[in-house]
């Protein structure tokens, strides 16, 4: 498989989801194994707007909702891949995985492993998460460090339109099961609290972005903010506002967590000597901790300061909106945690 | 070949329910209080739910935020459910869950301040509309598609072993009935004999996937013949139907027998939730014509057990109801964000 970073080209102004809905078009036009699985894609196009059109356009044969039997869904994905289709199947919120865990953790991601090679499983889990739209503890989630830490499965998060594109084109050429988690708050949907940059440039036509390189979403030279998903967005306001006071904040969008890319994170870290890790994802035992031992691993004196976390302390997502943003890491703490460092 | 043209069509096996004795006119009039305290529940919810969302439509915005799922059309399973059960009995909810708990005498007030994200809620506002657990009805809900069936089980083996007649009934929909969670909760149940109703309210959809395309068999009730247990399926959203089915599973419970299924064919009127345009929807015409309440108003009108000024009563005696606990709610603090990591053990926890 080759990958190639953006081709130059001509470029569309889309949304986040329709930028994935356009991977999927040109993808399932591009190769007949690819197919699309899930709850309410179909006629509805996705809670998310993740399928929008693709029922009209490729037909029940290639678009197929399922009864709500993840179990049975994910592992027919399994076991499409293993015959050589390219699945991608849609669990409609990331907090569901603990119905069908044993297909995802079990299956999917070791069968590549346990066959020695033999076999591969080139499907993509595609999976909506975060919160800050008060849907309670069961439905605002990332999750996307359980997937991470479950060796087998690459994992993927694109925060904007582009890298939507770029990467659901790249995981449906993996080889490997890939999780494509999309946060809905950088999907664009119309019924949800605008962000501005939800809504991007795309490149038409064959545009790839690699799975496993992280992106600076903006250069700067006095603290680096590593961090993915809708909160590379909150960390490029915080970025904006700090600059008025003369600090420059480099934030660095992960993109993927399986692989991570740890040069670019050594690479920015070693040019600012200090790091903040913003992630919506519980703290505990997660991303935020795997970014800081990724500097102090290689060596701790890359950092003048001590790093700082910025995740959602380890408790459920509240329902009510106060308290709900009061642990989810939004503009203030991000703010705080880069001042804090600054201060050594 | 098409997945639809593929699926075996399996006859249903539904049990004909047998013609219920008339039922006591007292508890005709019950039944449709309830139903109608349900629907204005649900009526206030949905105008505050929509009170302040704009402009255009934000989710998280507003008095009532997030997602929203209200049960108008399936009141008569409700009803006709609960009117066996007493607060000492647990009752098991899904995402859908108001009508259940409005019609099992979880307080109102206190749902309603958990819906509205307030101090004074069922869950001091941290669990919201799918979270509600009230210790005082045993009720509980879960937003995890089938994942309400299990916990139940429990609560019926803690009552077996307690020594009483009490029950646990466990509501699903018909698109839940097909998530691994049901098969393995009835088989379990099946068992060990455990005092579990199943509730399967069958209102055609899940979500925007119809019945026909989600489930390979048009019953349930045959499902739970699989599992060696009876299984009755109500056709149309009759509450007295409902009321009899019921009374049939919980005396069968009660009395030592285990588990039993009850499937109503229901009727979803409003969206899947709130802000569903619904543009897959294409059962809709007339659909204000199968309004189970005005329907059953009208039996009851019909058989002079109501004239409508009472009918006019009980409805302004629910709505006054309602506004209270809307009151309450509106009038409660919200939680203080310093507590917003609270609860996630419990304190005086033994270790
Ligand atoms: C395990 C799981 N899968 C999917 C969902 C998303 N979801 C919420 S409600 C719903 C449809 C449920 O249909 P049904 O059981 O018939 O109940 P109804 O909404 O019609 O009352 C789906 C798919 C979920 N909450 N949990």
């Given at each position: 498989m080759s990958i190639t970073e953006t081709r130059p080209g001509t470029s569309r102004r889309l949304t986040t989801s329709k930028a994935m809905v356009a991977a999927l078009t040109e993808e399932m036009e591009r190769d007949p194994s690819v197919f699309y699985l899930g709850e309410?894609?179909?006629?509805?196009?996705?809670?998310?707007?993740?399928?929008?059109?693709l029922l009209e356009r490729f037909g029940p044969e290639r678009v197929i909702d399922t009864p709500i039997s993840e179990t049975a869904f994910i592992g027919l994905g399994i076991g499409a891949a293993v015959e050589g289709m390219r699945p991608v199947v849609e669990l409609m919120f990331a907090d569901f995985l603990g119905v069908c865990l044993d297909q995802i953790y079990n299956h999917m991601a070791k069968i590549h492993f346990e066959s020695g090679g033999h076999?591969?499983?080139?499907?993509v889990l595609a999976t909506a998460a975060g919160g800050g739209y008060s849907d309670g503890a069961q439905h605002s989630q990332c999750l996307w460090g359980t997937f991470a830490h479950l060796p087998g499965m690459k994992v993927v998060v694109p925060s904007n339109p582009a890298d939507a594109k770029g990467l659901m084109t790249a995981a449906i050429r993996d080889d490997n099961p890939v999780v494509y988690v999309f946060h809905k708050g950088v999907m664009?949907?119309?019924?949800?609290?605008?962000?501005?940059?939800?809504t991007d440039e795309v490149p038409d036509g064959e545009h790839v972005v690699p799975i496993g390189k992280a992106r600076i979403a903006r250069a700067g030279t006095d603290v680096t903010v590593v961090t993915l998903s809708l909160s590379v967005h909150h960390a490029l306001d915080v970025a904006d506002t700090l600059a008025t006071d003369g600090i420059d904040v480099e934030v660095l969008d992960l993109r993927s967590l399986v692989p991570l890319d740890r040069e670019a994170i050594l690479g920015s870290v070693s040019r600012t000597g200090r790091l903040v890790v913003v992630d919506e994802d519980y703290q505990s035992f997660g991303v935020s901790g795997e970014v800081v031992a990724t500097v102090t691993d290689q060596d701790p004196g890359l950092l003048r300061a001590p790093a700082r976390r910025v995740a959602t302390p380890d408790v459920p997502i509240p329902y009510a909106h106060g308290l709900e943003y009061a642990v989810l890491p939004r503009h203030d703490r991000i703010e705080r945690a880069v001042r804090d460092v600054l201060q050594w | 070949m098409s997945i639809d043209a593929r699926r075996a069509g399996v006859p249903a096996q539904a049990r004909e329910p047998a013609r219920p004795a008339p039922l006591d006119p007292e508890v005709r009039v019950e039944l449709f209080e309830t139903m109608v305290l349900c629907r204005s529940y649900e009526e206030a919810i949905l105008a505050a739910y929509h009170a302040d969302k704009g402009p255009g439509f934000d989710i998280g915005k507003g008095l009532v935020p997030g997602e929203m799922h209200l049960s108008a059309g399936q009141e008569p399973v409700a009803a006709g459910v609960c009117a066996?059960?007493?607060?000492d009995d647990a009752v098991t909810a899904t995402h859908r869950p108001h009508h259940l708990a409005v019609a099992h005498g979880v307080d109102l007030r206190r749902m309603t301040a958990e819906i509205f994200g307030r101090e004074t809620g069922l869950g001091r506002g941290r669990g919201g509309h799918m979270h509600l657990f009230d210790p005082a009805t045993h009720f509980s809900c879960s937003g995890i598609i089938a994942e309400g069936y299990p916990p139940a089980l429990g609560q019926a083996f803690a009552f077996l072993r307690s020594g009483t007649d009490r029950v646990a009934v466990a509501v699903t929909g018909e698109g839940a009935a097909n998530q691994g969670a049901f098969h393995e909760s009835l088989n379990l149940a099946a068992l060990w004999a455990l005092p579990v109703v199943f509730v399967v309210e069958d209102n055609d959809w899940g979500i925007s996937v119809r019945r026909s395309a989600s489930t390979s068999v048009s019953s349930n009730a045959v499902r739970a013949a699989a599992y060696g247990i009876p299984g009755e399926r109500?056709?149309?959203?009759?509450v007295e139907a409902v009321y009899a089915a019921a009374g049939r599973a919980v005396a069968h419970a009660r009395s030592g027998r285990g588990p039993s299924l009850v499937e109503v064919r229901t009727l979803r009127m409003w969206g899947h939730f709130e802000g569903d345009a619904q543009g897959y929807r294409d059962d809709l015409d007339g659909i204000e014509h199968r309004d189970p309440i005005t329907r059953y108003e009208q039996v009851l009108l019909d058989a002079d057990l109501l004239d409508t000024e009472t009918a006019a009563g009980i409805r302004e005696r629910a709505r006054e109801r309602v506004a209270d606990a809307v009151d309450f709610a509106r009038e409660s603090p919200l939680p203080d964000p310093s507590t917003a990591t609270d609860y996630v053990f419990a304190e005086e926890a033994s270790s």
């Amino acid at each position: 498989m080759s990958i190639t970073e953006t081709r130059p080209g001509t470029s569309r102004r889309l949304t986040t989801s329709k930028a994935m809905v356009a991977a999927l078009t040109e993808e399932m036009e591009r190769d007949p194994s690819v197919f699309y699985l899930g709850e309410d894609v179909g006629a509805y196009g996705g809670i998310f707007g993740s399928t929008t059109g693709l029922l009209e356009r490729f037909g029940p044969e290639r678009v197929i909702d399922t009864p709500i039997s993840e179990t049975a869904f994910i592992g027919l994905g399994i076991g499409a891949a293993v015959e050589g289709m390219r699945p991608v199947v849609e669990l409609m919120f990331a907090d569901f995985l603990g119905v069908c865990l044993d297909q995802i953790y079990n299956h999917m991601a070791k069968i590549h492993f346990e066959s020695g090679g033999h076999v591969r499983v080139p499907m993509v889990l595609a999976t909506a998460a975060g919160g800050g739209y008060s849907d309670g503890a069961q439905h605002s989630q990332c999750l996307w460090g359980t997937f991470a830490h479950l060796p087998g499965m690459k994992v993927v998060v694109p925060s904007n339109p582009a890298d939507a594109k770029g990467l659901m084109t790249a995981a449906i050429r993996d080889d490997n099961p890939v999780v494509y988690v999309f946060h809905k708050g950088v999907m664009g949907l119309p019924w949800m609290a605008k962000n501005p940059r939800s809504t991007d440039e795309v490149p038409d036509g064959e545009h790839v972005v690699p799975i496993g390189k992280a992106r600076i979403a903006r250069a700067g030279t006095d603290v680096t903010v590593v961090t993915l998903s809708l909160s590379v967005h909150h960390a490029l306001d915080v970025a904006d506002t700090l600059a008025t006071d003369g600090i420059d904040v480099e934030v660095l969008d992960l993109r993927s967590l399986v692989p991570l890319d740890r040069e670019a994170i050594l690479g920015s870290v070693s040019r600012t000597g200090r790091l903040v890790v913003v992630d919506e994802d519980y703290q505990s035992f997660g991303v935020s901790g795997e970014v800081v031992a990724t500097v102090t691993d290689q060596d701790p004196g890359l950092l003048r300061a001590p790093a700082r976390r910025v995740a959602t302390p380890d408790v459920p997502i509240p329902y009510a909106h106060g308290l709900e943003y009061a642990v989810l890491p939004r503009h203030d703490r991000i703010e705080r945690a880069v001042r804090d460092v600054l201060q050594w | 070949m098409s997945i639809d043209a593929r699926r075996a069509g399996v006859p249903a096996q539904a049990r004909e329910p047998a013609r219920p004795a008339p039922l006591d006119p007292e508890v005709r009039v019950e039944l449709f209080e309830t139903m109608v305290l349900c629907r204005s529940y649900e009526e206030a919810i949905l105008a505050a739910y929509h009170a302040d969302k704009g402009p255009g439509f934000d989710i998280g915005k507003g008095l009532v935020p997030g997602e929203m799922h209200l049960s108008a059309g399936q009141e008569p399973v409700a009803a006709g459910v609960c009117a066996h059960l007493t607060v000492d009995d647990a009752v098991t909810a899904t995402h859908r869950p108001h009508h259940l708990a409005v019609a099992h005498g979880v307080d109102l007030r206190r749902m309603t301040a958990e819906i509205f994200g307030r101090e004074t809620g069922l869950g001091r506002g941290r669990g919201g509309h799918m979270h509600l657990f009230d210790p005082a009805t045993h009720f509980s809900c879960s937003g995890i598609i089938a994942e309400g069936y299990p916990p139940a089980l429990g609560q019926a083996f803690a009552f077996l072993r307690s020594g009483t007649d009490r029950v646990a009934v466990a509501v699903t929909g018909e698109g839940a009935a097909n998530q691994g969670a049901f098969h393995e909760s009835l088989n379990l149940a099946a068992l060990w004999a455990l005092p579990v109703v199943f509730v399967v309210e069958d209102n055609d959809w899940g979500i925007s996937v119809r019945r026909s395309a989600s489930t390979s068999v048009s019953s349930n009730a045959v499902r739970a013949a699989a599992y060696g247990i009876p299984g009755e399926r109500i056709e149309d959203n009759d509450v007295e139907a409902v009321y009899a089915a019921a009374g049939r599973a919980v005396a069968h419970a009660r009395s030592g027998r285990g588990p039993s299924l009850v499937e109503v064919r229901t009727l979803r009127m409003w969206g899947h939730f709130e802000g569903d345009a619904q543009g897959y929807r294409d059962d809709l015409d007339g659909i204000e014509h199968r309004d189970p309440i005005t329907r059953y108003e009208q039996v009851l009108l019909d058989a002079d057990l109501l004239d409508t000024e009472t009918a006019a009563g009980i409805r302004e005696r629910a709505r006054e109801r309602v506004a209270d606990a809307v009151d309450f709610a509106r009038e409660s603090p919200l939680p203080d964000p310093s507590t917003a990591t609270d609860y996630v053990f419990a304190e005086e926890a033994s270790s």
